[in-house]
């Protein structure tokens, strides 16, 4: 334990000081009550840590694109910050981070592609995340075709990935490659942490991803069984090939389930009923909800660890995501009531 703490002494407070800044219940309840962007951008200009960031920017004229792409630049930012502060087998853990940001920025290039709007594609991205990437996003931005496309990620991982779902070199299958991309990461994330962590460290991360991972799949299984009546052979493809409290006779019980009303009996029995509910309305909210509070947890049980780190960039996440939502309310002129409902605040 004490060579935890000389370990961690570092990124412990470089956390406790990050965490310090970020957005108050009272600075969410001042960004609902605004009306348009402006207003929100000038907020976070005078009233926050993204005062920096937003400096140089007019609130008058900032459209919502640029908001928000300010934000994700930010967000990146504070990751990075952190990454450079572990060294050794454990730095290596943090390959992570980085795939999971290249497997999100192909997810938004591919859905430009598809609507050829790929040649509007602008993206500022970190220079740590750029050297360590397995592609060159600016010549993939570059593509006009779907096999134009794939062609630029030669080399890379996703390049056989991508060639299975071209139908015909010029179109992409979006839905089934999106599920094979995310089946991806959590294959590799959960190498990752089995290669580079070891300890409390490897069990505290594998209880986080193995959480995410269970109730990611069963969301998945919902989803199919309740919207797109999808065969349950497809349903076993994509369903991520790892575990953690839900155990495989679970598993095929949620997929083998004859209708909704069968799956939820089954869920009844495990302990992540807790975060389904009968209508299923908010069901990612629920997700969102529960992995907050589980990664909040874990990092005031054990802040000597690889876990408040993670825990701060998941806070940071939520932080983005949750303005991204209040901008998005106002632009479709939505009762800021009704947006609060999908907040996840730090004190809540």
């Not at 979006?174 to 089995?194: G, P």
């Given at each position: 334990m004490l060579s935890d703490v000389i370990r961690y002494s570092g990124s412990y407070a470089k956390v406790r000081t990050m965490a310090g800044k970020l957005l108050s219940d009272e600075d969410y309840d001042a960004l609902l009550a605004k009306t348009t962007v402006g207003d929100v951008a000038a907020y976070l200009k005078n009233n926050t840590e993204y005062h920096d960031a937003l400096k140089n920017i007019s609130e008058t004229d900032i459209h919502r694109g640029e908001l928000e792409g300010i934000l994700q630049e930010e967000k990146d930012k504070a990751?990075?910050?952190?990454?450079?502060?572990?060294?050794?087998?454990?730095?290596?853990?943090?390959?992570?981070?980085?795939?999971?940001?290249?497997?999100?920025?192909?997810?938004?290039?591919?859905?430009?592609?598809?609507?050829?709007?790929?040649?509007?594609?602008?993206?500022?991205?970190?220079?740590?995340y750029k050297k360590h990437m397995s592609y060159d996003a600016q010549r993939l931005a570059l593509s006009r075709s779907a096999g134009q496309f794939a062609?630029?990620?030669?080399?890379?991982?996703?390049?056989?990935?991508?060639?299975?779902?071209?139908?015909?070199?010029?179109?992409l299958d979006?839905?089934?490659?999106?599920?094979?991309?995310?089946?991806?990461?959590?294959?590799?994330?959960?190498?990752?942490?089995?290669r580079n962590l070891r300890g409390r460290d490897q069990r505290i991360v594998s209880e986080s991803f193995g959480t995410e991972i269970d109730i990611l799949n069963i969301m998945w299984i919902l989803r199919c069984k309740k919207y797109f009546g999808t065969p349950k052979e497809l349903i076993y493809a994509f369903v991520i090939p790892y575990r953690y409290r839900l155990s495989r006779e679970t598993l095929v019980a949620l997929v083998e389930a004859g209708s909704v009303e069968e799956l939820y009996a089954v869920l009844e029995k495990h302990p992540y009923?807790?975060?389904?509910?009968?209508?299923?309305?908010?069901?990612?909210?629920?997700?969102?909800?529960?992995?907050?509070?589980?990664?909040?947890?874990?990092?005031?049980?054990?802040?000597?660890?690889?876990?408040?780190?993670?825990?701060?960039?998941?806070?940071?996440?939520?932080?983005?995501?949750?303005?991204?939502?209040?901008i998005e309310g106002i632009r479709y002129k939505m009762d800021m009531k009704e947006i609060e409902k999908y907040l996840i605040r730090q004190g809540r």
């Open positions: 990751s990075v910050k952190l990454f450079k502060y572990e060294k050794g087998i454990n730095a290596n853990f943090y390959q992570v981070f980085v795939i999971r940001y290249e497997i999100e920025l192909l997810k938004e290039m591919l859905r430009l592609l598809e609507n050829d709007m790929l040649h509007t594609f602008k993206s500022s991205i970190n220079p740590y062609d630029n990620l030669y080399g890379s991982p996703y390049y056989d990935i991508i060639t299975r779902f071209i139908a015909n070199r010029e179109h979006i839905f089934n490659l999106e599920m094979t991309l995310d089946v991806h990461y959590f294959t590799r994330a959960w190498k990752l942490i089995r009923k807790q975060v389904f509910a009968d209508d299923a309305l908010f069901t990612e909210q629920y997700f969102y909800q529960y992995v907050h509070k589980m990664h909040k947890k874990m990092s005031v049980l054990m802040p000597y660890s690889v876990m408040t780190t993670i825990a701060y960039i998941h806070a940071k996440e939520t932080e983005i995501n949750n303005i991204v939502k209040i």
